[in-house]
């Protein structure tokens, strides 16, 4: 007798679920965001890192700091010899501007007395002694400039080290790229990290997708950019609904999840869909939910 009345049980579930196939939805799945992992950029101690998981941040915010202490100092080593570079320049630079001083009060004597030799006034031996000097001034100068090159080159190494450094102290700061909320924390204050060692991970979550999955003679009753409805369970007999909007649908198709319970669900070939809904806080990453198109 308590067999037969499990049994009744059991069909009228069954009735019910038949008679309220209008209501079923189109397609099921979980809510997720797209996240980002902040990583390191330098290596070195973690002076302070004011973050904690669910924390909302705006892009732009500074929420890390690594140790600058040896970046600094060498930086200010490699101003100090850029300066003694820059001064040594300077001083090759003051010679030749003497000597070429000397070479324009030549240019104007070999003026003059190109004249007087015009007139006869001069002889041709003292057109050839200025010249010679000229001559002289000319080597003197490519002399000098040919020393100063180095010296040169040692200045714009030094500026290419410096602004080498300041990057890597700029570097040095955590700047959060994108409004969002933290939600996993890796690292804390005065640990050591290395490069590309993960700080944290955020994800914007006033957008939230739903990934669901349809068949493929369902296909044909969605496109992008088409608003369909999402449902979510607000309580164990009501669901609560949002709009969403169809933004990605998968070109190819692929076995059904194993999150799907049944074997025989599981071996069919779907297609996966992300639908965008504005989230009010309620939503969550890993939620189930509901679409109908």
């Given amino acids: 007798m308590k067999r037969n009345h499990y049994l009744v049980i059991i ?3 069954l009735l019910s ?22 990583s390191s950029e330098s290596a070195g101690k973690l002076i302070y890192f004011n973050i904690e998981e669910g924390q909302e941040l705006k892009s732009g915010d500074t929420v890390a700091l690594i140790d600058t202490v040896q970046l600094a100092l060498k930086r200010d080593a490699l101003i100090a010899q850029k300066k003694a570079a820059s001064n040594k320049s300077e001083y090759v630079s003051a010679q030749i501007k ?15 007395l190109e004249k007087l030799f015009k007139d006869g006034a001069a002889t041709q031996q003292q057109l050839d002694n200025i010249n010679g000097v000229i001559a002289v001034y000319e080597k003197q100068i490519s002399s000098i400039e040919t020393q100063n090159a180095p010296v040169l080159n040692e200045v714009d190494a030094y500026v290419k080290q410096i602004a080498q450094i300041t990057d890597q102290i700029k570097r040095s700061y955590i700047i ?6 933290v939600l996993t924390k890796y690292s804390e204050a005065n640990e050591v990290v290395t490069t590309g060692k993960a700080l944290y991970k955020l ?3 006033s957008n939230i997708y739903l990934r669901v999955y349809v068949s493929g003679s369902q296909l044909s009753q969605i496109k992008l950019g088409q608003k369909v409805k999402v449902f979510v369970d607000k309580d164990e007999t009501e669901n609560k609904e ?5 933004t990605w649908i998968s070109s ?7 999150i799907i319970q049944t074997k025989e669900e599981r071996v069919n070939l779907v297609y996966a869909v992300k639908v965008k809904i504005k989230n009010d806080g309620t939503l969550k ?3 189930p939910g509901e679409v109908k198109f």
């Fill in 285 to 287: 990453i890993g939620m």
């Fill in 176 to 181: 959060n790229p994108e409004n969002g909320t």
């Fill in 203 to 205: 994800a914007d979550l």
């Fill in 242 to 246: 949002f709009e969403g909007t169809i």
């Fill in 11 to 13: 069909a009228f579930a």
């Fill in 17 to 38: 679920a038949c008679s309220g196939s209008k209501d079923k939805s189109d397609a099921y799945g979980t809510f997720e965001s797209t996240e980002v992992t902040i």
């Fill in 98 to 112: 003497v000597i070429e001083e000397q070479e324009k009060t030549s240019l104007i004597e070999k003026a003059r």
């Fill in 252 to 258: 190819s198709a692929e076995f059904t999840p194993k």
